[in-house]
Each structure stands twice: as C-alpha cells, then as structure tokens.
C-alpha cells in the first residue's frame, strides 16, 4: 500500500459499535466490519491526511510492530469497502466495479428492458436528464436515444471510466457528461427534467434510495419534473424455508448431532449462535419454497415527495395454510412509471433476475393452521423482526 496516498473518509456513514467493541461501518446496503483501531482511524480520516500521517497518529495507541500490521489491514479494509476515499471526492475501488456485478444486471433483461421502455416514456425530445449511479452507462444511453438534449451520468466508482468509453463509442459523447462522485456530493451546472436511477438494492432501501432522491429533487430537479422510479414498495411473506436451506445459515440440531457423531465433540454450544439469521436466496429457488400467508406491505417510498411510510412495529399476519413457519421472505416492487414495474416476488421475477430475495429465519419454528393470525414484531427493525402467535 502507498503509505504517501491521501484518504478521508465518507461523510454520510452509519456506525455500529457491540458489546464485543466491534464496529460495523453500513454505506447503503453493504456492512463492513471493521479491524483494530477503526473508530479512532475514521475521526483520523475526517480530514485528508496520508496514510503514513494517520499511522504516526496512531503511533501512541499501537503495541508493537504486529498490531502496525494489523492497523493497516484495516484502513486497506476501510478503502476497499470505499468508506475511506481518494482525496478529492471519488471512490478509489468500490464492491459495485466488480464486473460480475454488471454482467449480472445487463442480463436481467426483465430489469434493464423495463427501465427503458420507462425511459422512453418519460424522456421527451429536449429534455435534461440525471442518472444516478449510471453503472456501465446503459441507463443515461437510454435517455439519449429518447431524445434528452444532456444527461448527467453520476457515478463513484471506477467503473464510470469503462462507461464514459462505451458513451464515446456509440456516438453519446456530446450529449452524455459522466460525472464522478456521490450524487449527494456532486453539483450540477442546470437542473433536470427527470431523475433517473437505478440504485435498488436486495434490500430495496438498503442503499438510502429515497434519501439520495430527497436530494436530487431538492437539488438537481426542476419544478414540475420526473423521476424514475417513482414508487417503492417492500413486502414481506410467511415461508417454511427448508431445512436444508437454513442449515447452511445456522446451526441446526440436526448437523450438530451429525457433528458429534462424526468428531466425537459436543457442539450443542453452537446452536444459540445465529438461531436468528439473514440471507439471501435467488427468487428462482424462493419459488419453489411453501408459502405459508398473503404478502403484507412492509413500508412505502414515494420518491418524487420524498415521503416515505415508516415499517409498523406490529404487523398481523393471516397463515394461508396449514404447516410450520421458519422463516419470512421479502421482496421488493419498484413502479418505474404508469404500467412499467419491476419486481423480486419469486412468483414473478423474471429467470434471469439479478437480485436476490433476503430471507429471515425465526430461532424456532412456529405451527400454523390456515386463517391464523400471528404478530410479526418489527420493534427491532424488518430485517430484526420476530413472530409470535396472536393471543
């Protein structure tokens, strides 16, 4: 690492600090957990300083030349999850340059298909255009063959450098400016006739969405304009995940048993560990999964207001069927503009959807007959929610 490169860090963070003194840095929808030395390394970086500078202020708190070691590991992990920056505002390398990423959302021609035909509908010959997060560039190429006079193609990663080639390429320079940065970080020198973006994440609010088009109205967006999505709905559903599913995101009785057999040792320890867990499943596989009651609306983003309904700390829920409820699905659909939705509802998602369904286990399965109704506990947060029977 060049110990002479100039970092700071992000200004807009959300931090969380455990009993184990763990701290746990979240941009959007991604969570880093963070090495020694991390909160007095952020308040280091929230001015430019090198890294060499921000060792020697470290200097006093380091034991030896190990824990030296283990302090540059972490600002390489801070950089490398693009909390600590390049100074001068860009993401040095951030998780979504990953060309696998991109290969995966180009396709998804459910998804890339439908924000065009959106794009054509709401795009008029003249118009300025923002792209929010314009990825490989497709999005604002879009925008320019509707007929947008300009379009702002706003991006932080480094992959805005293979996009600004690919807009050159296909004719799109004069019309197509690629903008380097945060959205909420950036100026613009005229305001749009529409905001795009497509800044959707497994968890469809996980990446701030409607924070980050609060500020392109306020900011970027004439009166009167457009933006695109205009509507953000989660939902949640009841499921039986199968256990060979949730065994591989748990400690379940039944492997540890295997365990012991195996190596002689009693793992019965484990088994508080996770009992609750979060992942994420491809709606193809969600499908075939039995759905145990009707989806229910978690929360709403109307994202030309900027109003956004808050995620209810009581949900009832009606079980459709008789069976046991492990586990609960959610999903998400996006109203891009009247009659163009996208959605990750494993009954309609598309094969080649890109996104994933985050599912949440329940520490213990919970019986239900059909027309029981049960209390999804959402004090803690959606993705912290519990089930109990209703009394």
Known sequence: MNLARVLHRLPDLRMHLDARNELAVTIGSRTQVCGPHALRLL????????????????????????????????????ETAGVLIEEGGVVSEAPFDRASMHIDMLNDRVRTEAFIKAIQQMVKPGDVVVDLGTGSGVLAMAAAKAGARKVYAIEAGAIRQQAAVVIEEN????????????????????????????????????????????????????????VLPVRVELWAVLMHVPEKTSARHRFEPAIIDAWEQIYGINFKALRPAD??????????????????????????????????????????????????????????????????????NPQVAGEDCHWRNVVRLFP????????????????????????????
Request: glycine share 8%.
């Open 364 to 391: 213990e399965a919970l019986e239900v007959k059909e027309g029981q109704s049960v209390k999804l506990d959402c004090v803690d947060g959606y993705l912290g929610a519990s089930l109990k029977p209703s009394l």
């Open 275 to 344: 009992a609750s867990a979060n992942f994420t499943v491809a709606p193809q596989t969600a499908k075939t999964w039995v759905a145990l009651s009707q989806p229910v609306m978690l929360k709403q983003s109307d994202l030309s207001s900027g109003e956004e309904t808050a995620c209810p700390e009581v949900v009832e829920m009606v079980a459709t069927g008789k069976g046991f409820v492990t586990g609960m699905l959610f999903y998400f659909t996006a109203t891009l503009c009247d009659g163009v939705q996208v959605t990750t």
């Open 43 to 78: 308040e280091i970086f929230s001015r430019p300083v090198s890294v060499n500078e921000a060792l020697e202020m470290l200097k006093p708190s380091l034991t030896g030349t190990q824990d030296w070691m283990l302090a540059l590991r972490t600002i390489q992990q801070l």
């Open 171 to 226: 004719g799109f320079d004069d019309r197509i400016s690629v903008i380097p940065g945060w959205s909420t970080q950036v100026t613009l020198p005229e305001q749009a006739d529409v905001v795009v973006g497509e800044i959707l994440g497994n968890d469809p609010f996980g990446e701030d969405i409607t924070d980050a088009y609060r500020d392109a109205v306020r900011r970027f967006l004439k009166p009167g304009g457009k």
